[in-house]
């Protein structure tokens, strides 16, 4: 895995609780917005065509490229984290989520592993996330 796609992995596993807040206001701006009004101008037929404004939103809620990248990239750690055993799970969380000031070294000490240990269950995560975006091939190994 380049340096690239890895420092963009990274950031898309710290940014992931940003995200699910992101993914939340977005869907909440799509169904609840201020909803669009015709343009009636003057001397013109002022009949209205019925709009069925569920399905606009619910159709827009879809099309939106920005909200679904966003649940993409969501739904990449998720299952990252749903495939790998409790202990590693919770060593991730740790290291992105709960104590992100703390080194690796400093949590694979408390974990009782070795360095190399954590940089590897590091890599392994970041690998599942970027097969399920599509960045690694299934079967990538280093």
Do not use: H
Request: proline content about 1%.
């Amino acid at each position: 895995m380049d340096k690239s796609t890895f420092n963009f992995l990274q950031k898309v596993v710290y940014d992931y609780k940003d995200t699910l807040r992101l993914i939340e206001e977005i869907e909440n701006d799509i169904v609840y917005g201020i909803p669009e009004t015709e343009d009636v101008q003057a001397g013109r037929t002022s009949v209205r065509t019925n709009v069925d404004v569920t399905s606009k939103k619910a159709t827009a809620l879809i099309e939106n490229e920005r909200l679904q990248m966003l649940r993409k990239q969501a739904r990449a750690v998720e299952y990252a984290r749903e495939n790998i055993i409790e202990v590693k799970r919770d060593f991730i969380d740790f290291v992105y989520w709960e104590r992100s000031r703390d080194s690796i070294i400093q949590l694979a000490i408390e974990y009782g592993i070795s360095e190399r240990t954590a940089y590897r269950w590091r890599r392994e995560f970041l690998t599942i996330v970027g097969q399920r975006l599509g960045f690694l091939a299934q079967n990538w190994q280093e």
